[in-house]
C-alpha cells in the first residue's frame, strides 16, 4: 500500500529556476492538498483540490500554481522560485468530509531549499 | 486564522501525563489530531466532530468543547514513542474540508 507517494524527496534550486513537485494517491480519494512546513509555523495550505480539474486557493497560494488533471495526481508548480520558498512540502489526501471522521493521509514529504 | 496551540512544548518522563489544548475562535466542525516526528510526515490520531465527544486510542484520548471551540489531548502513562510534535487540525463549518493546523506542541518523553 503506498498510500500518498511524493516526488522528488529533496531539491536545490537557483532562484529564478521553476520546478514541478508531483503528489500521487492509490486510495481513490477525492479531497488533495499542498502544505507546506516552516519552523515554528505549522502547515499552512497552499492549494487543495475537491475533484479532477478542480483546484482552489488556500491560506498562502502566492508564488505557486497546481493542476490536477488526474484524480490520483496533484502538481504543484514554482514558477520563478525564491529564497522564501524554502521549505518543506507535504501532499495530502482525503474522502469528502461528507464521510464522516475522514482524516488526511500525508506523503512524506520534499525537502526545497532555494538559493 | 491559526488555532492556537499550549503549551508550546513539554517535557516529560516516561510515565507521567501531559494535556496539549487547542482553541480556535471560530464555530468549529471537528478538530484533528496529528503527530509527527523528525523528518517524518504527520501521522493521524483521531478525529473529534461537534457535539462535544470524546475519544480514545490507547493511552490516548482527546475531548471537544463545542461551547468554547477548544479541544484537548490527553496522554497518560506517556512513552518514550510518544515523542514528537503534536498538531491540531481544525475545520470551520463550510463545504470543503480543509483544515487550519497550529503551530504544534513539541513534546519530549524522556527515561
Known amino acids: 500500500n503506498a498510500g500518498v507517494t511524493q516526488t522528488p524527496k529533496f531539491r536545490v534550486l537557483k532562484t529564478g529556476q521553476s520546478m514541478t513537485l508531483l503528489c500521487a494517491q492509490d486510495m481513490n480519494h477525492e479531497y488533495m492538498y499542498w502544505y507546506r512546513q516552516d519552523p515554528g509555523m505549522g502547515l499552512r495550505l497552499i492549494h487543495y483540490s475537491v475533484g479532477e480539474g478542480t483546484t482552489a486557493k488556500g491560506e498562502v497560494p502566492d508564488g505557486y500554481n497546481v493542476s490536477r488533471l488526474k484524480k490520483q495526481n496533484f502538481l504543484l508548480g514554482l514558477e520563478s522560485a525564491a529564497p522564501s520558498q524554502t521549505s518543506v512540502y507535504f501532499c495530502?489526501?482525503?474522502?469528502?468530509?461528507?464521510?464522516?471522521?475522514?482524516?488526511?493521509?500525508f506523503g512524506d514529504g520534499t525537502r526545497l531549499s532555494i538559493l | 486564522q491559526q488555532p492556537v496551540q499550549s503549551p508550546q512544548a513539554v517535557i516529560l518522563r516516561e510515565g507521567e501525563d501531559a494535556v496539549i489544548n487547542c482553541s480556535s475562535s471560530k464555530a468549529l466542525y471537528s478538530v484533528h489530531w496529528y503527530r509527527q516526528k523528525h523528518g517524518e510526515a504527520p501521522v493521524f490520531l483521531m478525529i473529534?466532530?461537534?457535539?462535544?465527544e470524546q475519544k480514545g486510542h490507547d493511552k490516548i484520548s482527546a475531548s471537544f468543547n463545542e461551547k468554547k471551540q477548544q479541544s484537548s489531548l490527553y496522554l497518560t502513562a506517556s512513552q518514550l514513542s510518544y515523542s514528537g510534535t503534536y498538531f491540531c487540525g481544525t475545520e470551520v463549518d463550510s463545504g470543503y474540508s480543509t483544515l487550519t493546523f497550529g503551530k504544534g506542541t513539541m513534546l519530549l518523553v524522556s527515561p
Open positions: 473529534l466532530l461537534k457535539g462535544g
Open positions: 495530502a489526501s482525503s474522502r469528502p468530509r461528507q464521510n464522516r471522521n475522514q482524516p488526511q493521509h
